[in-house]
């Protein structure tokens, strides 16, 4: 068997490049280890029936904002993509019932913060400003190919109406923690608390250097296009692109366990399965982690001493819940919120993620909790709820409990995860007034069961590895690296390994599948 294009994995950026490659003409086969499409784009009935939880990703933001979404969008809708909307898509509730809640209408959010400390909303407006005053330079250095013509030119060009000086000055702006950038811009720390959260969610901490441009980025990103779900569920968003890419003559294949990547006199020439099948092609793209590609899928090729030296993030940890009614939050103003943060501020965030980064369960850990049925009331029977709980601060290999309360072992146990989920739980009851009268079941998923599930998240990183900025930008996943190139011709690597990075944006699939010509 033969096809032009082989992928290995199922994730948005393989998705993306599958479509877009086979749209051009130039069919292309998929094959998935699990028997699931989509990597971590995946809804189950895990608590009762009737209840539909995205296991793993929840939100769209990123790919509504993507130049991939921007393309295949009408294919993608005249297939049936569908995605559901708040004009409220973040909040912060602190435990002592402080909230803020950010809005889709910049001026109410200006005037908002301003209630909550004279000047956070111009200092708010200021942000957001800047960034859209960037974006053509800012989302390309976010986004686009690193190293090309295109990028050059830009680059020119922003030394040109810069200076070098201002462009320097720009960089060194840039690469700010979140920390000062919150601490030093506003007065209230419960604006504060609302965006210190958010920096986790890319993979960093209220301390590591770009955080705070990221920060700012996911604010105005969230300002413009909310924190959309898709309707039916994130598991609906591969069916729809298995629609498209069938129809393009491109072929899916899932339960295909690829066990190796065929070489031969330096060049990538097919695959073979755990089955014992060959498959040939004139390129491979393998949308996996630099771990599993030299150290499985290339097996019989010497491993490279920078791939042995790849490094790991935080694991995440996900609870989901099945409500008999709606939660009576402790504030007012949050019913229809997307995502609200529980956290009491930067202190908080920054101490839970460090504790997570030490191999300890976070004494209060931060937590993301979703209202995914309030924008897609599909997602539950009607009259009740679910709830989307995410743990970015859990630790991949456990030294103990920062609070001491817990007896743990190195790996993740049931009643390791058990434990876990009710000091959450505890939390949540804390900030749901009738959490104890409707609640009806939960499922809990340590970052042990994520990478079970999906052999991308290693130890339960959802991010393709440590975010920090060595292996970030031109260094990921490697300080070589260029683009999506790997040692071996023919061989393209793509997904959250690479730049630009995680989430679901699918920016590394439509950034190969365009230089390929598509």
């Not at 699990?34 to 769209?60: I, K, N, Q, W």
């Not at 898709?230 to 298995?242: D, I, L, N, T």
């Not at 003559?249 to 006199?265: E, L």
């Not at 859990?394 to 989920?421: H, M, N, Q, Y």
């Amino acid at each position: 068997m033969s096809a032009p294009h082989v992928i290995i994995g199922s994730g948005i950026n393989a998705l993306v490049a599958a479509a877009l490659l086979s749209r051009k003409g130039e069919p292309v086969l998929m094959l998935e280890r699990s028997e699931h499409l989509g990597g971590c784009m995946r809804t189950e009935e895990v608590t009762l029936p009737g209840f539909h939880h995205d296991v793993m990703a929840a939100t769209f933001v990123l790919f509504l904002t993507s130049p991939a979404y921007g393309e295949l969008a009408e294919d993608l809708g005249r297939h049936g993509l569908e995605f559901c909307h708040t004009a409220k898509p973040t909040a912060v509730l602190r435990p002592d019932g402080q909230a803020a809640v950010l809005t889709m209408d910049r001026a109410a959010n200006v005037a908002a913060f301003d209630g909550l400390e004279a000047g956070d909303g111009k200092q708010h407006e200021k942000d957001v400003s800047g960034i859209e005053a960037d974006a053509e330079f800012l989302f390309a250095l976010l986004g686009s190919p690193l190293w090309s013509g295109k990028m050059a030119r830009l680059m020119a060009k922003q030394a040109w109406n810069r200076g070098l000086n201002g462009l320097k000055t720009w960089f060194g702006e840039a690469l700010q923690p979140a920390r000062p950038w919150l601490e030093h811009g506003y007065g209230s720390e419960t604006v504060q608390a609302l965006w210190a959260p958010w920096v986790l969610h890319t993979g960093l901490t209220p301390e590591s250097t770009y955080s705070g441009q990221m920060g700012r980025v996911i604010a105005f990103a969230l300002e413009a296009a909310g924190a959309p779900v898709a309707k039916g569920g994130s598991g609906s968003v591969p069916e729809v692109f298995r629609k498209l890419i069938e129809e393009k003559g491109g072929k899916i294949r899932t339960g295909v366990d690829v066990a190796r990547i065929r070489v031969k006199n330096g060049k990538a020439v097919g695959i073979e399965t755990a089955d014992g099948e060959t498959i040939k092609a004139q390129s491979v793209i393998a949308s996996v982690t630099p771990t599993q590609l030299h150290q499985r899928l290339l097996g019989d090729e010497p491993v490279p001493e920078h791939a042995e030296r790849y490094r790991y993030g935080r694991g995440n940890f996900q609870l989901h819940y099945a409500l008999s009614g709606e939660p009576e939050w402790i504030a007012d103003g949050l019913e229809d919120v997307a995502l609200i943060h529980l956290t009491d501020g930067i202190d908080s965030v920054s101490k839970s993620s460090n504790e997570a980064e030490r191999g300890l369960l976070p004494e209060t850990p931060t937590i993301c909790v979703g209202q995914p049925h309030r924008l897609d009331p599909s997602r539950a029977p009607e009259g009740s709820g679910i709830l989307w709980l995410q743990i970015p601060d859990a630790p991949r290999v456990i030294k103990g409990d920062a609070a001491g309360k817990l007896e743990t072992d190195p790996d993740w146990s049931e009643a390791t995860r058990e434990a876990f989920a009710d000091r959450l739980e505890a939390i949540l009851q804390r900030h749901i007034r009738n959490f104890d009268q409707i609640k009806l079941a939960r499922k809990a998923y340590s970052p042990a069961d994520l990478g079970s599930m999906n052999i991308n998240l290693v130890g339960g990183d959802p991010y393709g590895g440590a975010c920090s900025i060595d292996q970030f930008f031109v260094w990921r996943p490697f300080t070589h690296s260029v683009n999506s190139a790997t040692t071996i011709a023919n061989l393209h690597m793509i997904g959250a390994s690479t730049h630009p990075g995680p989430g679901l944006g699918g920016g590394s699939g439509y950034n190969l599948a365009k230089r390929m010509g598509a």
